[in-house]
């Protein structure tokens, strides 16, 4: 039987192995997804010499950057984004090789176009500066709106801390991406501390968080006029996309 699977670190209440196993019946294939909890990244190495089935596996926190120095090969958006979340094991022989793809990028861009639904976005705030914040960037980049991190530490190019954002910056980007944990389960009260008093009804805030499927941040918004969007559909767009590339040759 084909294994497939998913490496990260507090992985409870994942959605993948549900997701995977009901697309395995759905197309009728013999294949298992497994979740592995690790400490470290390095443990990836025993768990793919292991695992002789083990045929690709999703990447999730807090490893979407530290899985890159464990890669063969890695496709070009990763190595301009710096994060991988699909890894596709390929055998030959003795040799076993791990090839990177960042598929949250797919899953971002085509769920923000219908969001954005025609609107001529400039400028946008990312929270967060982790694996999905670059992702989210690149997609930004690619679409031309310019933005700016917001973080606990800015000491980066372009970052801007949380207690700097006042009335001028919320009210002159209308797209607010949420890419922190802030108000993931089990931390439903959690919310990035942003003042949500400067939004406005031309505001759209999306939330990659997908568990709980409303969050404070995104409650936060509807209560000021502003139009809110969860991950859900990103996670199942992402995890599409990851398909794909475990059933594809190259
Ligand atoms: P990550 O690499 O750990 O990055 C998260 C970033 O958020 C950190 O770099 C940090 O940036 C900030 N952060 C962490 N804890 C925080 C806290 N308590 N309060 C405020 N900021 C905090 O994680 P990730 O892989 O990017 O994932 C982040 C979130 O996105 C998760 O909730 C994940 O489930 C979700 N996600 C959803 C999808 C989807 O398909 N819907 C895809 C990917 C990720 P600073 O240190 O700069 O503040």
């Known amino acids: 039987m084909v294994l497939y699977g998913l490496i990260g670190n507090n992985l409870g209440h994942t959605f993948s192995p549900a997701f995977f196993s009901e697309k395995f019946i759905e197309l009728n294939i013999k294949a298992a997804y497994q979740v592995f909890e690790l400490d470290n990244i390095d443990e990836v190495l025993s768990i793919v010499r292991e695992n002789e089935n083990l045929a690709g596996f999703n990447v999730t926190i807090p490893f979407k950057k530290a899985i890159l120095k464990m890669l063969n090969e890695m496709d070009p958006v990763v190595s301009e984004t710096g994060s991988a979340n699909t890894v596709k094991v390929i055998r030959d022989k003795q040799k076993v090789r791990l090839k990177g793809y960042n598929t949250d990028v797919v899953g971002f861009e085509q769920s923000l176009l219908p969001f954005l639904s025609g609107r001529h976005i400039r400028k946008a705030l ?125």
Not at 147 to 174: A, C, G, M, W
Not at 229 to 241: H, I, P, T, V, W
């Open 126 to 250: 990312v929270l967060g500066t982790g694996g999905s914040a670059a992702a989210v960037s690149f997609v930004l980049h690619k679409l031309n709106i310019s933005h700016l991190f917001v973080s606990r530490n800015p000491d980066k190019k372009d970052t801007v801390s949380y207690p700097s954002l006042d009335r001028e910056i919320i009210q002159s980007h209308p797209l607010i991406i949420n890419t922190t944990p802030a108000g993931m389960f089990p931390d439903k009260k959690g919310y990035p501390d942003i003042p949500y008093q400067y939004l406005t009804s031309g505001h759209l805030l999306y939330d990659l968080i997908y568990n709980p499927p409303e969050t404070i941040f995104m409650k936060q918004g509807k209560k000021y006029g502003a139009e809110t969007k969860s991950g859900e559909e990103m996670l199942r767009l992402q995890a599409d996309a990851s398909w794909e590339i475990w059933c594809s040759g190259g």
